[in-house]
């Protein structure tokens, strides 16, 4: 049984790019959701999918904007990218009856220059 | 609002020794809590959950946490470390409920385990 797969594992942009990431679900789960770990701290959440639609959002700008698939894959855009946008890009999946226990994917490091 | 504090960024021990790592929360609901170690360039495993019922939950690796609403705290412990224990360990707070939970981490302490 796979768990939550993520690509690509690492990426380097130039500041005002636009970047995309993906994440593939752990089997059986419908709720992806997308977080930010910049170097020496805890991730930050920036937003949850479930059936196609962005259910929650944290404190992010409008340049981060995701999508769901209907085989319950996702995407996270970053548009603009930013110096501050390196980070490690995690991605949780979970069943929504039962949304506490989440799991994570490996990350993607993404280095902005 | 909920939020985690995580006392002590780096924590060092000897092999052997009592591991405890400590976690005080914030939360206007009750909360689910939660302890992840995230080991260099992977992503994180969850160790151990507290949803509702006993306080003292056991998880993988020899690890336990005992919620303590008194305190608003959920420390993590582990009788005697192991070198493979090195890692980073984060606490995290979840709104009671499910209904996608939003985890709200702390910071992270850093342990470090010594011959």
């Known amino acids: 049984d796979a768990g939550v797969t993520q690509s690509p594992t690492h990426l380097i942009k130039t500041r005002g790019q636009q970047v995309t990431l993906r994440c593939s679900p752990k089997s059986g789960h419908d709720t992806v959701s997308w977080y930010q770990q910049a170097l020496g701290q805890g991730p930050q959440f920036i937003f949850q999918?479930?059936?196609?639609?962005?259910?929650q959002r944290g404190n992010f700008p409008d340049r981060f904007s995701g999508h769901q698939f209907p085989n319950y894959s996702s995407e996270l855009n970053v548009n603009a990218l930013l110096l501050g946008d390196s980070a490690l890009y995690l991605c949780?999946?979970?069943?929504?009856?039962?949304?506490?226990?989440?799991?994570f994917g490996p990350g993607t490091r993404l280095t902005v220059t | 609002a909920q939020s985690v504090t995580q006392l002590g960024s780096h924590v060092s021990v000897s092999e052997g020794a009592l591991v405890l790592l400590r976690c005080n929360y914030s939360s206007s609901v009750p909360p689910y809590l939660f302890w992840y170690v995230q080991y260099p360039n992977q992503g994180l495993q969850l160790l151990l959950k507290y949803t509702t019922g006993a306080t003292l939950v056991k998880g993988i690796n020899g690890f336990e946490a005992e919620f303590k609403k008194s305190e608003t705290s959920f420390h993590l412990t582990k009788p005697s470390a192991h070198m493979s224990d090195a890692a980073e360990y984060f606490c995290?707070?979840?709104?009671f409920g499910g209904g996608g939970n939003k985890l709200t981490f702390g910071t992270g302490t850093q342990l470090k385990v010594e011959l």
């Open positions: 995290a707070v979840g709104p």
């Open positions: 949780a999946s979970t069943r929504q009856v039962d949304s506490y226990e989440q799991y």
């Open positions: 999918y479930y059936e196609e639609e962005e259910r």
